[in-house]
């Protein structure tokens, strides 16, 4: 098997609310299971995407201070489409 990236993690607030934002924009939630202790592992990708994004609930005040600063105030996720306007318009 290549390597590859299989997942990599995206700091929310609040799982449930970050789950139906990205599945009202058309990602598709891949698994969400209860961990325990408030903790869940909840992944998701767009249809047919290979690499998944993992929700991660911030904990603390390091993580929450981080949340939407992942990429260190640069661009952090590119994101393609086949019809720019037909997504715009989902959007």
């Known amino acids: 098997m290549p390597a590859r990236i299989a997942h990599l993690s995206l700091l929310v607030p609040d799982y449930d609310a970050a789950l139906d934002f990205f599945c009202r924009i058309g ?3 891949r698994e969400d299971t209860e961990l ?12 047919g ?5 993992l929700l991660a609930r911030a904990v603390g005040d390091r ?3 981080s949340i939407g600063e992942q990429g260190g105030g640069r661009v952090w996720l590119f994101l393609e489409t086949d019809d720019f306007a037909r997504d715009y318009q989902r959007l």
């Open 27 to 29: 990602f598709e939630c």
């Open 49 to 53: 995407g290979d690499t998944e994004i």
């Open 36 to 47: 325990g202790n408030g903790k869940r592992w909840v992944r998701i990708a767009p249809p």
């Open 63 to 65: 993580q929450t201070a």
